[in-house]
């Protein structure tokens, strides 16, 4: 298995990092990418997200869902030394904490900070996660992409791959200028467009596209020394002072636009927050499309009917804290080694 080749469908995080984790175990990988990898153009959610490496109110999700996203947490800092160490690209994954805001529920919450080994601190009617980690997106693409470079895998960039019919044995797939692309074993990494590449070979594939949302403010660094959440909005600022402020959930199709209510209701939120915000200048203003699933479920599977094609998509609200975890599990399912985390859960077409 290891020396023959593999495609992978997708360059945003979920494609990226599951071809740094091929890579280390000894494949040979190929990614294509429709777009630019590490780009922002026409809402690949991976450039577009905050960059939280952790759930929002993780207690509030099913326990596989909380699994992946703390291991892949628990992945990062070590992730983000080698990309550093190895690119010089920092993708600044930074342990700035994260402070919620009532309303929560405390007697859940805490429960779940001590089954999960979470370390928390009341701070009056707050409750501190100090070691949440927060991580700038679009330097840890620039870097997993320039790993990518060094470490010899081909990326096939502009390069745009056509829906497959259902077939029994995949051994090539056609772009949109109708070259074929051969490969021993294909994953797709996709996101939002999953299900479009899929529909005809898996009907059971449950994504969408959920639009967010985003506003970007720039103030003094240190501003703002923990993440802070407060009913279903965050801020967070990263080193250099830039402030983002979000997030919107909207089921509007593949439609990327960025709207004036919704900069007028994120402003508002978060007034409310950081008071000091008021009369600052929106510095930039975008949106992305993440890969919502039910119960934000990804799946990491084999397809049922297609052995030598496999899904690594569907991450929701969390593919950037999941990444590595999810990229571990995938790559254990491929080349048969014990997967630590149980991949039952995340069989979404069986
Ligand atoms: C506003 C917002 C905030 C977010 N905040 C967070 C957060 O704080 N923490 C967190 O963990 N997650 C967050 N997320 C979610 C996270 O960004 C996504 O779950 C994750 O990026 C999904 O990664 P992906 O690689 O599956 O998808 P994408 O990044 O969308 O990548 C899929 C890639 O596949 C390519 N592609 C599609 N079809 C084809 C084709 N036919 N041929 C070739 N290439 C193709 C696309 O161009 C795209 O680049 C947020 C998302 C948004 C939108």
Redesign the pocket.
Known sequence: MKSNHIVI???????CMTAMELVKRGCRVTV????QIASQ?????????????FPLLPWMYRDEVSRLALAGANQYPAVSAQLLKETGIDPECIQSGMLIKPPFDETIATQWCMRNQVPFQKIGDDLLLPQVAQIR?PRLLQALKQWLICHKVTLLEQ????PIANTAALNQWQTTTGDMLEADLFIV?????SY??LKETSSKLAIKPM????LLYQLPVNTLPHIVYQDGFYLLQRQDGYLLA??TLEDVGFDTSVTETAKLEMQAKAEAILPALKGMPIHKHW?????GTPENLPTISQHPTIPNLYLN?G?????????PASATLISDLILGDHPEIDPSPYRCLT
Do not use: C, D, K
């Open positions: 469908i997708g360059g945003g995080i979920a494609g294509v990418e429709r777009n153009t026409s809402g690949e959610s991976s450039w577009a997200g905050a960059g939280l490496v997106n390069t745009q791959l056509l990494t996709s996101g939002a467009w479009e590449l639009r967010g949302q985003i979000g997030s949106s992305g499309l993440r890969p998509t991450h929701f609200r969390y593919g950037v804290t999941m990444a």
